[in-house]
């Protein structure tokens, strides 16, 4: 089954710096991966996402890239704040379309400090 | 998206008891998914549900233990069974739409004594 790897565990910014998150997956039949933010006791809430087809996507201060032949792929926080302090899970998905299961990476603990 | 709620919230179990949690959805979804999460850990797929027959489970989890109903496309139940301090977890229903990305409820956190 598909395996996805996630470094760092956890990484600290100061606030304005940019973050990045990588992560690799092992199923080349992966075609769909989507990012999540979790803040402390609150559900995992959808950020981005990425699909095959594409190499990167942007949404104002957040952008992933994708490296198909690698198989990783990268979320980028710009201009850090307080408030993106958060853990980030990354995810793939082996069916088509986005209503498949998903398999997680192993999370990234964000501290974005004044 | 669809709105998802998940009851309950959170509960205190005694060792050897069993415990449903409910999901209910707003709108009709053709998926739904049941996670654990387990402290300071990452999410890890219990089982799809499948609306009108058996639930599909992942390697690692098996019916007798997690047994699922989905009697239609805006409900699903995961009952936590004969339950015991290793099963206390946050549990977490997601839904996706055809086409449209997988949404998560607010999760109910588990703690068994």
């Known amino acids: 089954g598909e395996n996805v790897e996630q470094h760092p565990s956890t990484l600290s910014v100061q606030e304005g710096d940019s973050a990045v998150i990588k992560c690799t997956y092992s199923?080349?039949?992966?075609?769909?991966f989507p990012w999540y933010k979790q803040e402390l006791g609150k559900r995992p809430q959808l950020i981005i996402d990425?699909?095959?087809?594409?190499g990167e996507k942007k949404d104002q201060r957040i952008a992933v890239t994708l490296n198909k032949t690698a198989k990783h792929f990268s979320l980028h926080i710009t201009e850090t704040q307080p408030e993106d302090s958060a853990v980030y899970f990354c995810?793939?998905?082996?069916?088509?379309?986005?209503?498949?299961?998903?398999?997680f990476g192993t999370g990234t603990r964000l501290q974005v400090t004044l | 998206s669809a709105v998802i709620s998940q009851k309950p919230s959170r509960d205190i179990c005694q060792r050897g008891t069993s415990l449903t949690i409910q999901c209910q959805v707003d709108?009709?979804?053709?998926?739904m998914f049941w996670y654990r999460q387990q402290p300071g850990q990452s999410l890890t797929l219990i089982a799809t549900?499948?609306?009108?027959?058996?639930?599909?489970?992942e390697s690692g989890f098996v019916i007798d233990k997690f047994p699922i109903s989905r009697p239609n496309l805006t409900f699903s139940t995961l009952t936590v069974s004969n339950m015991s301090p290793e099963d206390s977890s946050i549990y977490l229903c997601?839904?996706?739409?055809?086409?449209?990305?997988?949404?998560f409820g607010d999760g109910t956190r588990l703690s068994i004594l």
């Open positions: 997601s839904v996706g739409a055809r086409g449209q990305p997988q949404h």
């Open positions: 199923d080349s039949a992966s075609n769909y």
């Open positions: 990425i699909r095959s087809n594409v």
């Open positions: 995810a793939a998905s082996t069916n088509t379309g986005t209503a498949s299961k998903l398999t």
């Open positions: 709108s009709q979804v053709t998926m």
């Open positions: 549900a499948n609306q009108g027959s058996e639930a599909t489970y």
